[in-house]
C-alpha cells in the first residue's frame, strides 16, 4: 500500500474521532464553567434577602441594597467584556471577576448598617456584572469556531443549561443546610458556594482553547441592523427585570407568611427544575436558533400570565404552579436574545452584545427593585400588578421583533 494511501486511511479512521473526543471534551469543560459561573445564583437569589434582613435592615432599605446604583455593574460589563472580544481571553477576565465574588461575599461577615452593606453590595455588582456576560462568549466563540471548521455542532441552550441544573443542585443542597443554620451566618453559606464556584471555573476555563481574537478590520465593521439589536435588548429587559419583585421580596413574602426555608428552597427548585428542563431541551425540541424571536414572544406572555396569578397571593400550591413557569419567563427570556444577539451583532462582539442586554438588564432591574421596596411596603402581594405591566411591554416589543424578523424570510 502507497505510503498516500496509508495517510488517507490513518486520517479517514483516527482524526474523526479524535476530533468527536475533542468536541465531547469541550462540550464537557464549557458545561462544567456554566455550572460553576451559576452556582451562587442556587444561594444568593433565595437566602441573600434574608441574610440583609438578619442584619436587621427594613424592606425599604433592603431594596436600596439589592438595587445599587447600577453603574458599577454597567462600567465593569462595558468594560471588561470589550476588553475579553478584544483580546480573546474571556476566560481570564471571568476568573478575576468570580474570585473577587467569593472575596467580597466572606467580607460581608464583618460588616452591618446599612452603609458599609451597600457599599460591599456595590463592590459585589461590580464583580459580577461581566461574569454571564464572559462566560456567554466563551460558548458563542466555540460554536462560531466549529462552524467555520466544519466540526461537531454545539449547542448554547444544551451548554447554557447545565448553569441551571447547577442553580437547581446548589438550592437542593442549600435548603436543608440554611434551615440549621442562624440567619445571620447565611453568609458563611454564600461565601462558601462563591469559592468553590470560582475554584470550580479554574479547573473548567483550564485546557479550554481561547476565542480567537476579531481582526481590525471585523472590530470596524458596524452592526447591520442597530434598530433591531435595541428593540431585542429592550424586549428581554423588561421582561427579565420583571422578576425583580419575585427576586427581592418573594422568599421574605413567603417566611412572613409562615413558610419554612425548606418550602422557599422548594419553591424556587421548583422554578428552576423548568428552566434547566427547557435549556437542555430547547435545541432540539424547541426550534433553537430559527425561534429565537419566538422564544422572546412566549416569555413575555407566560410573565404576563405568572405575575397575575402572583398577585392574588396564592397558597402554597399556587406558588409552586407560577414558579413552574419560571422556565418560559426566564430561559426562554435568555435563550432567545443570546441567538438573536449573536447573529446580529456579528463574531467581532460576541460577549459584548450580550454585556448590551445585561446592562440594560441591570439599569431596568435596579431601578424596578429600588421602587419595589415602598410599592411592596405599600401594596404588598398587590405590586405584582406592576411587574405583569412591565411583562406586556416587553411582550408587546417582542412581537415587533419577530415580525421584523420574519420579514426578511418573506420577501426572500
Same mark, same amino acid.
Given at each position: ?192 458556594? *462563591?469559592? +468553590? &464556584?470560582?475554584?470550580?471555573? $479554574? !479547573?473548567?476555563?483550564? @485546557?479550554?482553547? /481561547? %476565542?480567537?481574537?476579531?481582526?481590525? #478590520? ?123 444577539? *449573536?447573529? +446580529? &451583532?456579528?463574531?467581532?462582539? $460576541? !460577549?459584548?452584545?450580550? @454585556?448590551?442586554? /445585561? %446592562?440594560?438588564?441591570?439599569?431596568? #432591574? ?47
Amino acid at each position: 500500500m502507497a505510503l498516500t494511501d496509508l495517510s488517507a486511511l490513518w486520517r479517514r479512521n483516527l482524526s474523526p474521532p479524535d476530533a468527536a473526543i475533542e468536541d465531547r471534551r469541550e462540550e464537557l469543560r464549557l458545561s462544567a464553567l456554566m455550572a460553576s459561573v451559576y452556582a451562587i445564583v442556587g444561594v444568593q437569589l433565595p437566602f441573600f434577602p434574608v441574610w440583609l434582613g438578619a442584619r436587621g435592615l427594613s424592606a425599604t432599605e433592603i431594596a436600596a441594597i439589592l438595587a445599587t446604583p447600577p453603574a458599577l455593574r454597567i462600567v465593569s460589563t462595558l468594560l471588561s467584556t470589550r476588553l475579553g472580544d478584544r483580546s480573546g481571553r474571556h476566560g481570564a477576565f471571568l476568573l478575576g471577576h468570580l474570585f473577587a465574588v467569593a472575596l467580597v461575599f466572606a467580607g460581608m461577615r464583618l460588616l452591618s448598617g446599612f452603609w458599609p452593606l451597600l457599599a460591599a453590595v456595590g463592590l459585589l455588582a461590580f464583580a459580577q456584572g461581566p461574569i454571564n456576560s464572559l462566560a456567554d462568549g466563551m460558548i458563542l466563540g466555540a460554536i462560531r469556531r466549529r462552524s467555520a471548521e466544519g466540526r461537531g455542532t454545539l449547542h448554547y441552550s444544551f451548554v447554557r443549561g447545565w448553569g441551571s441544573f447547577a442553580i437547581l443542585a446548589v438550592m437542593l443542597a442549600g435548603g436543608p443546610v440554611a434551615a440549621v443554620l442562624p440567619s445571620d451566618a447565611l453568609i458563611f453559606l454564600l461565601a462558601g458556594v *462563591a469559592a +468553590l &464556584a470560582a475554584l470550580g471555573a $479554574l !479547573a473548567a476555563v483550564n @485546557g479550554l482553547r /481561547a %476565542v480567537q481574537a476579531p481582526s481590525q #478590520q471585523s472590530r470596524a465593521e458596524a452592526l447591520a441592523r442597530p434598530g433591531l439589536v435595541v428593540l431585542v435588548i429592550c424586549a428581554a429587559a423588561l421582561i427579565l427585570a420583571s422578576h425583580a419583585l419575585s427576586f427581592g421580596f418573594a422568599a421574605l413574602h413567603w417566611k412572613a407568611n409562615g413558610f419554612s426555608e425548606t418550602f422557599l428552597s422548594l419553591a424556587w427548585v421548583a422554578a428552576v427544575a423548568t428552566e434547566v428542563g427547557f435549556f437542555l431541551l430547547a435545541g432540539r425540541w424547541f426550534g433553537g436558533e430559527r425561534k429565537a424571536a419566538l422564544h422572546l414572544t412566549v416569555a413575555g406572555a407566560a410573565a404576563v400570565l405568572r405575575w397575575l396569578i402572583m398577585a392574588s397571593d396564592p397558597a402554597a400550591a399556587g406558588i409552586l404552579a407560577t414558579q413552574a413557569l419560571h422556565g418560559l419567563t426566564c430561559a426562554a427570556a435568555q435563550l432567545g436574545p443570546a441567538y438573536l444577539l *449573536a447573529k +446580529l &451583532a456579528g463574531p467581532s462582539r $460576541l !460577549a459584548q452584545a450580550q @454585556g448590551w442586554l /445585561a %446592562v440594560a438588564y441591570s439599569a431596568i #432591574q435596579a431601578l424596578t427593585t429600588l421602587a419595589c421596596g415602598p410599592v411592596y411596603a405599600l401594596y404588598g402581594e398587590r405590586s405584582y400588578f406592576a411587574m405583569a405591566a412591565m411583562g406586556a411591554a416587553g411582550l408587546g416589543l417582542a412581537l415587533v421583533v419577530m415580525r421584523l424578523v420574519e420579514a426578511p424570510r418573506r420577501l426572500a
